[in-house]
């Protein structure tokens, strides 16, 4: 059997100017990054980068074989027109920039039709862009959020294709129903839930306290991320992987990047997979 090794990146962040994390990216060799606009709360917006800008950024990425992906703001909600503006405007900058995700919340207030219903749209702006896009698990969601929207979604030829989930480890670990246990959010998960982007980062169940991974529990105890590994390749994942910190010293997220690539490079092994270079989705 054969499957994609994964791309491992990290992202932008309110702490510092957003290019310093991207060189930091290109400097060691990341071939993943994300560029989260949530300006007044992680420090970036799309109306910083103009047309000029935003070319370079897709040459430097392509020079370097770095993948970007997007992170439309936190209270991006599509069923408001302010929140599907501000999704489009990420989506118009996905496409400038040539990133192949753009990630956004899953909100459920008003249910899963009227939420899937408002995604349908977006879904077409996002295939004319060349983009996909991830619903992300916030610490109030559940699995069967998750199950309910893909349900309806399913139905929905624009979205066949176009449209997964980021499953975001940490609020997994922090949702009240799997606390301390974010491998039962996983196992909880339908088949017909394709995961295809990962927000990785660790807490001790009493916070979002947005640990590097293997600087939380996993620093004495790395069977839950080998369990995660291993359910996420037997769903066939093969997306991207961003570590969601700034940490200090930032060369934490080197030593992440490295242990976690020997860890799924080891469960495959043990899944009698063979590794091949990770795609472009």
């Given at each position: 059997m054969v499957a994609s090794s994964i791309r491992i990146g990290n992202q932008t962040s309110r702490q510092v100017p957003s290019r310093l994390p991207f060189e930091f990216a290109l400097r060691h060799g990341f071939d993943?990054?994300?560029?989260?606009s949530d300006q007044g709360r992680a420090g970036w917006c799309e109306a910083e980068m103009d047309t000029a800008t935003r070319r370079g950024l897709r040459e430097e990425a392509a020079e370097h074989g770095v993948l970007f992906s997007v992170h439309a703001p936190f209270a991006a909600n599509p069923v408001r027109?302010?929140?599907?503006a501000a999704i489009r405007r990420s989506i118009d900058?996905?496409?400038?920039?040539?990133a192949r995700m753009v990630n956004i919340h899953l909100f459920t207030s008003q249910g899963a039709r009227a939420f899937a219903d408002a995604l349908g749209p977006l879904l077409e702006v996002a295939r004319a862009a060349g983009v996909r896009l991830s619903l992300e698990n916030t610490p109030p969601t559940s699995p069967d959020d998750f199950n309910a929207a893909f349900g309806v979604l399913a139905a929905m030829p624009e979205?066949?294709?176009?449209?997964?989930?980021?499953?975001?480890?940490?609020?997994?670990?922090?949702h009240p129903g799997t606390q301390n246990d974010y491998l039962s959010f996983v196992d909880r998960l339908g088949d017909h839930v394709p995961i295809v982007h990962w927000h990785a980062h660790e807490n001790w169940g009493d916070g979002d306290s947005h640990l590097t991974l293997f600087t939380g529990p996993s620093a004495h105890d790395d069977r839950g991320l080998r369990g995660l590994v291993l359910r996420l390749l037997r769903r066939g994942f093969c997306g991207s992987v961003v570590l969601e910190q700034w940490p200090q010293p930032p060369e934490l997220l080197v030593e992440a990047r490295s242990r976690l690539r020997r860890l799924w490079d080891a469960v495959m092994a043990q899944e009698g997979l063979r590794r091949v270079p990770p795609r472009l989705l």
């Amino acid at each position: 059997m054969v499957a994609s090794s994964i791309r491992i990146g990290n992202q932008t962040s309110r702490q510092v100017p957003s290019r310093l994390p991207f060189e930091f990216a290109l400097r060691h060799g990341f071939d993943a990054f994300e560029w989260f606009s949530d300006q007044g709360r992680a420090g970036w917006c799309e109306a910083e980068m103009d047309t000029a800008t935003r070319r370079g950024l897709r040459e430097e990425a392509a020079e370097h074989g770095v993948l970007f992906s997007v992170h439309a703001p936190f209270a991006a909600n599509p069923v408001r027109p302010e929140g599907a503006a501000a999704i489009r405007r990420s989506i118009d900058f996905a496409g400038d920039v040539a990133a192949r995700m753009v990630n956004i919340h899953l909100f459920t207030s008003q249910g899963a039709r009227a939420f899937a219903d408002a995604l349908g749209p977006l879904l077409e702006v996002a295939r004319a862009a060349g983009v996909r896009l991830s619903l992300e698990n916030t610490p109030p969601t559940s699995p069967d959020d998750f199950n309910a929207a893909f349900g309806v979604l399913a139905a929905m030829p624009e979205a066949e294709g176009r449209v997964g989930m980021c499953l975001d480890t940490g609020h997994a670990n922090l949702h009240p129903g799997t606390q301390n246990d974010y491998l039962s959010f996983v196992d909880r998960l339908g088949d017909h839930v394709p995961i295809v982007h990962w927000h990785a980062h660790e807490n001790w169940g009493d916070g979002d306290s947005h640990l590097t991974l293997f600087t939380g529990p996993s620093a004495h105890d790395d069977r839950g991320l080998r369990g995660l590994v291993l359910r996420l390749l037997r769903r066939g994942f093969c997306g991207s992987v961003v570590l969601e910190q700034w940490p200090q010293p930032p060369e934490l997220l080197v030593e992440a990047r490295s242990r976690l690539r020997r860890l799924w490079d080891a469960v495959m092994a043990q899944e009698g997979l063979r590794r091949v270079p990770p795609r472009l989705l």
